[in-house]
T-cell receptor, first 113, second 108 residues
Framework: SQTIHQWPATLVQPVGSPLSLECTVE??????LYWYRQAAGRGLQLLFY??????ISSEVPQNLSASRPQDRQFILSSKKLLLSDSGFYLC????????????FGPGTRLTVL | KNEVEQSPQNLTAQEGEFITINCSYS?????LHWLQQHPGGGIVSLFM???GKKKHGRLIATINIQEKHSSLHITASHPRDSAVYIC??????????FGKGTKLSVKP
């Protein structure tokens, strides 16, 4: 069966510090991968998606970036965090055919102080 | 106007009540998802449907493609059903476009 991991589960970082969140998927190959953010009191927002290694599409201009160095690894990064980057970050995967049902990781709660 | 609208935004029910959450969308879709977000933030996919009706236990999801509308029903609601329920539709790139969610609180 497929599983999706995210770490860390929680993170408190000062403004201006770098960020690296990691997501890995097990039990499937060549998945589509997604990074979402949920700011406090707001709905989920798609940040990045990837259909393959090294292929990243950005939905929202921001100071975040994403990379996919391996087939089942998706990394969300920032060089300098802003207060507005605080939120709940979710990674998800889907297959590449059919109806693209998405499966979510446990999430990372990021607080920028 | 948001592409995916949910109603109500908040819902409080007594244990045992029948609950309906509605979702309307304005874009063409190939699939619609209902998700459940627990108080800790974790998200579980409840349903993915493109037509008709699906049922899992006490949960029922329906979709009317012509009217661009879907409903999530919970029969015999229970306090453990308390969560945020999110409707999402599949966009052209396989990404999901989310509604803002309905916060459900079921009182014992």
């Amino acid at each position: 069966s497929q599983t999706i991991h995210q770490w860390p589960a929680t993170l408190v970082q000062p403004v201006g510090s770098p960020l690296s969140l990691e997501c890995t998927v097990e039990g499937t190959s060549n998945p589509n991968l997604y990074w979402y953010r949920q700011a406090a009191g707001r709905g989920l927002q798609l940040l990045f998606y990837s259909v393959g290694i090294g292929q990243i599409s950005s939905e929202v201009p921001q100071n975040l970036s994403a990379s996919r160095p391996q087939d089942r690894q998706f990394i969300l990064s920032s060089k300098k965090l802003l207060l507005s980057d605080s939120g709940f970050y979710l990674c998800a995967w889907s297959g590449t055919s059919g109806y693209y049902e998405q499966f979510f990781g446990p999430g990372t709660r990021l607080t920028v102080l | 106007k948001n592409e995916v609208e949910q109603s109500p935004q908040n819902l409080t029910a007594q244990e045992g009540e029948f609950i309906t959450i509605n979702c309307s969308y304005s874009v063409g879709i190939s699939a619609l998802h209902w998700l459940q977000q627990h108080p800790g933030g974790g998200i579980v996919s409840l349903f993915m449907l493109s037509s008709g009706k699906k049922k899992h236990g006490r949960l029922i999801a329906t979709i009317n493609i012509q009217e661009k509308h879907s409903s999530l029903h919970i029969t015999a609601s229970h306090p453990r059903d308390s969560a945020v329920y999110i409707c999402a539709v599949r966009g052209s790139q396989g990404n999901l476009i989310f509604g803002k969610g309905t916060k459900l609180s079921v009182k014992p």
